[in-house]
């Protein structure tokens, strides 16, 4: 006989490396074919083309417990096996033997796990009876080993199976292991065969059919004969049970007769229990409408009890106190009974918002009894405003008319008084926290308490700086300078010692420390006491806190904010305009009396501008907050008109400078240059923080004027013109070297100056030499012009300079030189009227003279080098004791 697949070894192991990683080892492996049967007609499976696979049987130890599995394999394109199906034996619920195979060669494998039962199971076509009987003896061995119980067997003969395995017992040799457990059991196939044998047939079961088989006497060949008499002994008793049952009619009658008086009493029972189910119905019904209406009731109940307490509630809301009533109607306003104005205001204010949407259930707000009290409280809102606007426009009135009636509060003679806000402030404070609620009840009404407000205060403000500005103009001594400062005149120091004129701008910084934090500190307490939402005024340092005043914490008004909306930090546009306006008419005319200070200093020293300029700068720059616009604005009117002042003294002056050059014929030094100098020194005492700008601005202005003076005045006598300027421009350098070392811009003005002086002195020079000795230089000069367009050789032939010209020149020239060079220093010394000058010149006289001699020599040596001429060093040494 050929050979099993099922003791393949390669097989195995090909079926283990395709399950490599699952750890399961393998039990049994062995090639069958494939097919699908296709349900038909009874009696015929038709077939699909078989396909090639491997049933291989698997187990798998987890702990205690085994478990064992069919796996089905395929083989690849390669001819290498892998895994196709899975199936789990304790699924497996039948084993069947296709009936219409007349091999037997073919069985199913039922599994009770399957998704769809309406599919036919796959066919499983073995090479031999052998190999099924193998494949389907391990299966079943394993299920009872493993699983402890038995699928279902149909369409093996038990009788067949038992006998084909005491035939096959000694064939099998190879060992399995097919259990994992704690003691590890080796079965050999005949002994799952013999198992298999003695779990299909009973060892009873086996006497029974040997003891049967004793009581005939035929041999193991007579089979079919055995069987026939078994049949008719089959038939025979099937006869006698028959003939049994008929002899039975008796008793089966008293049966039948039972049985329907038991029915009966059934019927009876069921009709009986039907009426009680009805009546059990009606009484369930009634029960549930009896609980509906108990359960609508507890809900009305509950209902009820909720509205009455919303009810109570919107009452509470709609109730007004009586107390607070009589105060929002016609209360008093004085300073004892603020407490109960301010709880009434609290509680009209809440209670608006309590009826307003967001804090009110929407379906309250249509109710016409909310709508009725929303409208009292209106009503009630409108009559406050109204009477505590009215209290208040009169308050602020009369608490200014009544500090104006006080003569003793203002600067008198011989006294100067600082004004003092503590106590009107104090009283304002008192109707602060009305003024937040006002705002929050109607912001309208606020318009018009703000114009009361700074229409009142305004009258007192411009009286106190009036009172004090004319005091201190009063009470300030100091002798008054002239404004004429560079105006033509003989002399020359006429205002070098100016009387001194500090007091002037001490007063005016008097006038700005007094008044000017005064200002901010009532546009800060302005701005907070009347509800204005812009930032808080933040205190400058310097001068404006630094004197002695009391405002420093004018800005508390201990008050709180009454709502969010207050409490607000950023900038909002409207509000910034709208205090911008309320400041304006709060300070509008208290500028007129600081013009008037002003204007007052500029007539007793016109150069104190320059000192008020820088004070209010440094003020200006101090002023920061929003508060203090206004206090702005004034300081920049008062600073353009410092401005404009100074500029109306520096075009007077510049004016003065111009109308030297209508005078008659000038010389020496103008008056101006050395007054200028003075100015300029006094100007620079003057200086205040930004003031340079001005003074820089000035002097840029007077410079210009004095060098387009001085040309014109030059060029009215060509003669002396550079006489004139060297000398003026000498004694401009000279008056303002100190300060040109340290003011930039005359630094500018004097380099200015040097280079014209160079220039005057280097054509008056030219002047004088040329007076002396022009026809030297003139031959000299004819030599150099044509040296450009003929050869050195070829200029002695030229007519008028040939040799014989050249002795004429030198001996009228050159003989007592000496006498020509006294000539030349006393043409120059005559018209000069500065003396301190002359050294200067003359030195620069010689060593121009010299100049232009040592390239007269040096053309001659060039041109007629067979004459001979003094040399450069001898008229060197003929200057040098000069």
Same mark, same amino acid.
């Given at each position: 006989?050929?050979?099993?697949?099922?003791?393949?070894?390669?097989?195995?192991?090909?079926?283990?490396?395709?399950?490599?990683?699952?750890?399961?080892?393998?039990?049994?492996?062995?090639?069958?074919?494939?097919?699908?049967?296709?349900?038909?007609?009874?009696?015929?499976?038709?077939?699909?083309?078989?396909?090639?696979?491997?049933?291989?049987?698997?187990?798998?130890?987890?702990?205690?417990?085994?478990?064992?599995?069919?796996?089905?394999?395929?083989?690849?394109?390669?001819?290498?096996?892998?895994?196709?199906?899975?199936?789990?034996?304790?699924?497996?619920?039948?084993?069947?033997?296709?009936?219409?195979? %007349?091999?037997?060669?073919?069985?199913?494998?039922?599994?009770? &796990?399957?998704?769809?039962?309406?599919?036919?199971? %796959?066919?499983?076509?073995?090479?031999?009876?052998?190999?099924?009987?193998?494949?389907?003896?391990?299966?079943?061995?394993?299920?009872?080993?493993?699983?402890?119980?038995?699928?279902?067997?149909?369409?093996?003969?038990? $009788?067949?199976?038992?006998?084909?395995?005491?035939?096959?017992?000694?064939?099998?040799?190879?060992?399995?292991?097919?259990?994992?457990?704690?003691?590890?059991?080796?079965?050999?196939?005949?002994?799952?065969?013999?198992?298999?044998?003695?779990?299909?047939?009973?060892?009873?079961?086996?006497? *029974?059919?040997?003891?049967?088989?004793?009581?005939?006497?035929?041999?193991?060949?007579?089979?079919?004969?055995?069987?026939?008499?078994?049949?008719?002994?089959?038939?025979?008793?099937?006869?006698?049970?028959?003939?049994?049952?008929?002899?039975?009619?008796?008793?089966?009658?008293?049966?039948?007769?039972?049985?329907?008086?038991?029915?009966?009493?059934?019927?009876?029972?069921?009709?009986?229990?039907?009426?009680?189910?009805?009546?059990?119905?009606?009484?369930?019904?009634?029960?549930?409408?009896?609980?509906?209406?108990?359960?609508?009731?507890?809900?009305?109940? $509950?209902?009820?009890?909720?509205?009455?307490?919303?009810?109570?509630?919107?009452?509470?809301?709609?109730?007004?106190?009586?107390?607070? @009533?009589?105060?929002?109607?016609?209360?008093?306003?004085?300073?004892?009974?603020?407490?109960?104005?301010?709880?009434?205001?609290?509680?009209?204010?809440?209670?608006?918002?309590?009826?307003?949407?967001?804090?009110?259930?929407?379906?309250?707000?249509?109710?016409?009894?909310?709508?009725?009290?929303?409208?009292?409280?209106?009503?009630?809102?409108?009559?406050? $405003?109204?009477?505590?606007?009215?209290?208040?426009?009169?308050?602020?009135?009369?608490?200014?008319?009544?500090?104006?009636?006080?003569?003793?509060?203002?600067?008198?003679?011989?006294?100067?008084?600082?004004?003092?806000?503590?106590?009107?402030?104090?009283?304002?404070?008192?109707?602060?926290?009305?003024?937040?609620?006002?705002?929050?009840?109607?912001?309208?009404?606020?318009?018009?308490?703000?114009?009361?407000?700074?229409?009142?205060?305004?009258?007192?403000?411009?009286?106190?700086?009036?009172?004090?500005?004319?005091?201190?103009?009063?009470?300030?001594?100091?002798?008054?300078?002239?404004?004429?400062?560079?105006?033509?005149?003989?002399?020359?120091?006429?205002?070098?010692?100016?009387?001194?004129?500090?007091?002037?701008?001490?007063?005016?910084?008097?006038?700005?420390?007094?008044?000017?934090?005064?200002?901010?500190?009532?546009?800060?307490?302005?701005?907070?006491?009347?509800?204005?939402?812009?930032?808080?005024?933040?205190? %400058?340092?310097?001068?404006?806190?630094?004197?002695?005043?009391?405002?420093?914490?004018?800005?508390?008004?201990?008050?709180?904010?009454? #709502? #969010?909306?207050?409490?607000?930090?950023?900038? &909002?546009?409207?509000?910034?305009?709208?205090?911008?306006?309320?400041?304006?008419?709060?300070?509008?005319?208290?500028?007129?009396?600081?013009?008037?200070?002003?204007?007052?200093?500029?007539?007793?020293?016109?150069?104190?501008?320059?000192?008020?300029?820088?004070?209010?700068?440094?003020?200006?720059?101090?002023?920061?907050? *929003?508060?203090?616009?206004?206090?702005?604005?004034?300081?920049?009117?008062?600073?353009?008109?410092?401005?404009?002042?100074?500029?109306?003294?520096? #075009?007077?002056?510049?004016?003065?400078?111009?109308? &030297?050059?209508?005078?008659?014929?000038?010389?020496?030094?103008?008056?101006?240059? %050395?007054?200028? @100098?003075?100015?300029?020194?006094?100007?620079?005492?003057?200086?205040?923080?930004?003031?340079?700008?001005? $003074?820089?601005?000035?002097?840029?202005?007077?410079?210009?004027?004095?060098?387009?003076?001085?040309?014109?005045?030059?060029?009215?006598?060509?003669?002396?013109?550079?006489?004139?300027?060297?000398?003026?421009?000498?004694?401009?350098?000279?008056?303002?070297?100190?300060?040109?070392?340290?003011?930039?811009?005359?630094?500018?003005?004097?380099?200015?100056?040097?280079?014209?002086?160079?220039?005057?002195?280097?054509?008056?020079?030219?002047?004088?030499?040329?007076?002396?000795?022009?026809?030297?230089?003139?031959? @000299?000069?004819?030599?150099?012009?044509?040296?450009?367009?003929?050869?050195?050789?070829?200029?002695?032939?030229?007519?008028?300079?040939?040799?014989?010209?050249?002795?004429?020149?030198?001996?009228?020239?050159?003989?007592?030189?000496?006498?020509?060079?006294?000539?030349?220093?006393?043409?120059?010394?005559?018209?000069?009227?500065?003396?301190?000058?002359?050294?200067?010149?003359?030195?620069?006289?010689?060593?121009?003279?010299?100049?232009?001699?040592?390239?007269?020599?040096?053309?001659?040596?060039?041109?007629?080098?067979?004459?001979?001429?003094?040399?450069?060093?001898?008229?060197?040494?003929?200057?040098?004791?000069?």
């Amino acid at each position: 006989m050929a050979k099993s697949s099922a003791d393949d070894e390669e097989l195995r192991r090909a079926c283990e490396a395709a399950i490599e990683g699952t750890k399961q080892k393998i039990v049994m492996s062995i090639r069958v074919a494939k097919s699908r049967g296709i349900w038909g007609k009874s009696g015929k499976i038709g077939r699909q083309m078989a396909k090639p696979r491997v049933l291989a049987l698997s187990t798998k130890s987890k702990g205690q417990r085994i478990k064992a599995f069919l796996r089905v394999l395929k083989y690849s394109t390669g001819g290498v096996l892998e895994p196709a199906k899975l199936y789990k034996l304790k699924h497996l619920s039948k084993v069947e033997v296709i009936a219409n195979d %007349p091999s037997g060669f073919t069985f199913t494998l039922g599994f009770d &796990n399957l998704r769809s039962q309406s599919v036919a199971p %796959p066919q499983w076509t073995m090479r031999n009876i052998d190999d099924r009987n193998r494949l389907l003896f391990c299966i079943l061995n394993i299920c009872k080993d493993v699983l402890g119980r038995l699928p279902k067997v149909v369409g093996i003969d038990v $009788v067949e199976m038992a006998l084909w395995a005491k035939e096959n017992t000694p064939v099998a040799s190879t060992q399995r292991n097919i259990q994992d457990g704690p003691v590890a059991t080796a079965v050999t196939e005949s002994d799952l065969k013999v198992t298999v044998e003695k779990e299909l047939v009973s060892q009873a079961e086996e006497e *029974d059919m040997e003891a049967l088989l004793g009581t005939y006497v035929m041999g193991i060949g007579e089979a079919e004969a055995f069987s026939e008499r078994l049949k008719r002994e089959l038939l025979a008793l099937e006869a006698a049970n028959v003939h049994a049952i008929l002899e039975s009619e008796p008793l089966i009658d008293e049966v039948l007769q039972g049985l329907e008086a038991a029915t009966n009493c059934v019927d009876d029972m069921d009709e009986w229990l039907g009426i009680f189910n009805v009546k059990l119905r009606h009484m369930r019904e009634d029960i549930e409408s009896i609980e509906t209406r108990n359960n609508k009731l507890e809900m009305q109940s $509950v209902n009820n009890k909720s509205l009455i307490e919303e009810l109570d509630k919107l009452l509470e809301r709609l109730r007004v106190p009586s107390e607070y @009533a009589a105060c929002l109607t016609g209360g008093s306003f004085d300073e004892a009974c603020m407490l109960q104005n301010i709880e009434a205001c609290e509680w009209l204010t809440g209670a608006l918002r309590g009826l307003e949407v967001p804090n009110l259930d929407p379906t309250y707000a249509n109710m016409r009894a909310v709508k009725e009290k929303r409208a009292e409280l209106e009503k009630l809102k409108s009559t406050f $405003v109204r009477r505590a606007s009215e209290f208040l426009r009169n308050y602020f009135a009369s608490l200014v008319d009544f500090m104006i009636a006080d003569k003793s509060y203002f600067s008198q003679r011989g006294q100067l008084k600082r004004p003092d806000h503590a106590d009107l402030r104090y009283k304002c404070r008192t109707y602060a926290r009305l003024l937040q609620h006002l705002k929050s009840l109607d912001k309208n009404c606020l318009g018009s308490l703000r114009k009361a407000y700074c229409s009142s205060l305004n009258l007192l403000l411009r009286r106190e700086a009036r009172e004090f500005a004319n005091e201190l103009r009063a009470s300030t001594k100091a002798s008054r300078n002239p404004t004429v400062w560079l105006e033509p005149s003989t002399g020359t120091g006429q205002n070098v010692n100016a009387a001194d004129t500090s007091t002037v701008s001490e007063a005016y910084a008097k006038m700005l420390t007094i008044f000017i934090p005064l200002l901010v500190d009532e546009s800060s307490f302005f701005a907070h006491f009347m509800c204005f939402e812009v930032p808080a005024l933040v205190p %400058p340092g310097g001068l404006v806190n630094g004197n002695k005043n009391g405002y420093d914490d004018d800005d508390d008004l201990g008050i709180m904010d009454i #709502d #969010d909306n207050d409490s607000k930090t950023g900038k &909002n546009s409207a509000e910034l305009a709208a205090l911008n306006e309320s400041l304006q008419n709060l300070l509008d005319g208290i500028q007129e009396d600081f013009y008037a200070v002003v204007d007052w200093a500029y007539k007793i020293d016109p150069l104190r501008c320059i000192s008020m300029h820088g004070i209010t700068e440094r003020y200006l720059s101090g002023q920061k907050a *929003d508060a203090a616009g206004f206090v702005r604005l004034l300081l920049g009117d008062l600073e353009s008109r410092i401005s404009m002042q100074f500029s109306r003294f520096v #075009d007077e002056a510049c004016h003065q400078i111009e109308k &030297n050059e209508r005078n008659v014929r000038q010389m020496g030094v103008l008056s101006y240059i %050395p007054r200028f @100098a003075t100015l300029a020194t006094r100007m620079e005492q003057y200086i205040q923080g930004q003031s340079r700008d001005l $003074v820089d601005q000035a002097y840029t202005k007077f410079v210009s004027i004095m060098f387009v003076t001085l040309e014109k005045i030059a060029q009215t006598d060509p003669k002396y013109a550079d006489i004139f300027l060297l000398e003026n421009y000498a004694a401009f350098q000279n008056s303002l070297y100190d300060l040109a070392n340290v003011v930039p811009t005359l630094a500018k003005f004097y380099h200015q100056a040097s280079e014209a002086y160079e220039q005057a002195c280097t054509r008056h020079i030219s002047v004088i030499i040329y007076y002396q000795f022009e026809r030297l230089f003139q031959f @000299a000069k004819k030599i150099e012009d044509l040296m450009y367009t003929i050869t050195p050789e070829e200029i002695p032939f030229q007519l008028g300079l040939s040799k014989m010209d050249l002795r004429k020149i030198l001996k009228s020239s050159l003989s007592g030189v000496d006498k020509s060079i006294a000539a030349m220093y006393k043409k120059l010394q005559k018209n000069l009227t500065s003396e301190e000058l002359l050294p200067s010149l003359w030195d620069k006289c010689k060593k121009e003279f010299l100049d232009k001699y040592e390239s007269f020599a040096q053309l001659v040596a060039k041109i007629y080098p067979s004459e001979t001429i003094p040399s450069a060093a001898e008229m060197r040494e003929l200057l040098a004791p000069m």
